[in-house]
């Protein structure tokens, strides 16, 4: 028997039942407007400022995909933030990294985490690696009306089919729309430089190793000529995010692994300008 008060619930897709149940709670539906009605809106709203994480990226090796990102987010000429956190592990074999505007772009990869959860538990079976990509197309459309007050959120999903035994890389354009790609993708403000870097030096059956230090190189490059991308920081010990999507799970790259990457980097560097 079911209560009056209590909904009827017995939909698989978390995001669907709090988006009909409360519809509050979606990313899409903040209820902030961009400009106030009355005599001030003549005079204009300068656009708002929250803090922008970039840059983000993926690319396919021999075993699976290596996902990273650097770790700054800005607010407009200003450094928000130095340590923000951009690729988040979704689930066993699949993870997100995030572009866009800071704040929706981590309740969204919160919400995919949850809703990949529910289906799980009330199917008990997971989704397949092309279900996963849907199911994140369908949250990115329902931010539309957010991006039209300037808070973009711009995933980058990667993933490890089973079934293929192989790993794969998708991107999203704002509307939803989502596309796989072959082989790498870079997006975020520094986006274009990293995939210069990646078109030059990507080759296929990449191993593991070769895969991690092309990620790092093309953040490299990236903040090199962005100014919204950062760096590694030697100073404070800041250095990108990176995590291996394989058969096996997923596993985050050591800050150690990492560091060695660029001091090689740097110091290979440093010998041609002398």
């Avoid at 698989?12 to 409360?22: G, V």
């Avoid at 001030?40 to 690319?59: C, E, F, K, N």
């Avoid at 950062?230 to 990492?258: N, W």
Wanted: charge should be negative; include cysteine; glycine fraction near 10%.
């Amino acid at each position: 028997m079911n209560l009056p008060f209590l909904p009827n619930h017995d939909d698989s897709s978390f995001f669907d039942f709090i988006s009909k149940q409360h519809p509050d709670l979606t990313i899409g539906n903040r209820g902030l407007s961009s400009a106030p009605a009355g005599p001030d809106a003549s005079r204009g709203v300068p656009p708002m400022t929250v803090p922008q994480a970039t840059t983000v990226l993926a690319i396919k090796y021999q075993k699976g995909v290596v996902i990273a990102g650097d770790r700054r987010a800005t607010e407009g000429f200003q450094i928000a933030d130095r340590r923000i956190e951009k690729v988040f592990k979704i689930d066993d074999h699949s993870a997100m990294a995030i572009a866009g505007a800071a704040g929706p772009c981590i309740e969204m990869a919160k919400l995919f985490q949850t809703e990949l959860e529910h289906y799980e538990k009330l199917e008990g079976v997971a989704l397949s690696c092309e279900g996963k990509a849907n199911k994140l197309g369908q949250m990115v459309k329902a931010n539309l009306p957010m991006v039209f007050q300037g808070l973009v959120v711009m995933p980058l999903y990667v993933g490890f089919d089973v079934k293929r035994g192989e790993g794969r890389i998708f991107k999203y354009d704002i509307t939803g729309g989502r596309y796989e790609e072959s082989d790498y993708h870079a997006i975020g403000s520094g986006g274009k430089d990293a995939r210069n870097t990646m078109r030059e030096h990507f080759q296929k059956n990449f191993a593991e190793a070769d895969a991690l230090k092309l990620a790092l190189m093309s953040l490299y490059n990236a903040a090199d000529d962005d100014v919204g991308t950062g760096g590694p920081d030697l100073v404070r010990g800041i250095y990108p995010t990176a995590k291996c999507v394989t058969a096996q799970g997923i596993a985050d790259v050591p800050d150690a692994s990492i560091r060695a990457v660029y001091d090689g980097l740097i110091a290979a560097r440093r010998s041609k300008e002398t």
